[in-house]
Nanobody
């Protein structure tokens, strides 16, 4: 039975970074191109990034190009999504699947983006 398990999501500040992982089981992982998708409430699931079976070819949607990096470890049957310079509009549930997506979807991993930075302490002395 094929199973996809995504992890690594969480709360990240705008401009911050996050690394998502997806472990696949029940398939000859290296034989298949894999991809990341994301979905927000009320919207269709959308493509984010794809990577070939060997890992040598990758592609990105325009809204993440230059900020996200997809990679894979075939020995561990895992595909990764490195998210840098995260924006509030990147908040979504992220899923992995084959490219094109023919497998049963996993539960995904939630990415929440805080528009606030961590702030900086100002101390005034008299």
């Amino acid at each position: 039975q094929v199973r996809l398990v995504e992890s690594g999501g969480g709360l990240v500040q705008a401009g911050g970074s996050l690394r998502l992982s997806c472990v696949a089981s029940g398939l000859t992982f290296r034989s298949y191109a894999m991809a990341w998708f994301r979905q927000t409430p009320g919207k269709e699931r959308e493509f984010v990034s794809r990577i070939s079976g060997s890992g040598g070819i990758s592609g990105y949607s325009d809204f993440v190009k230059g900020r996200f990096t997809i990679s894979r470890d075939n020995a561990k049957k895992t595909v990764f999504l490195e998210m840098n310079n995260v924006k509030p509009e990147d908040a979504a549930v992220y899923y992995c699947n084959r490219d094109p997506p023919t497998l049963t979807w996993g539960q995904g991993t939630q990415v929440t983006v805080s528009p606030w930075g961590q702030g900086t302490q100002v101390t005034v002395s008299s």
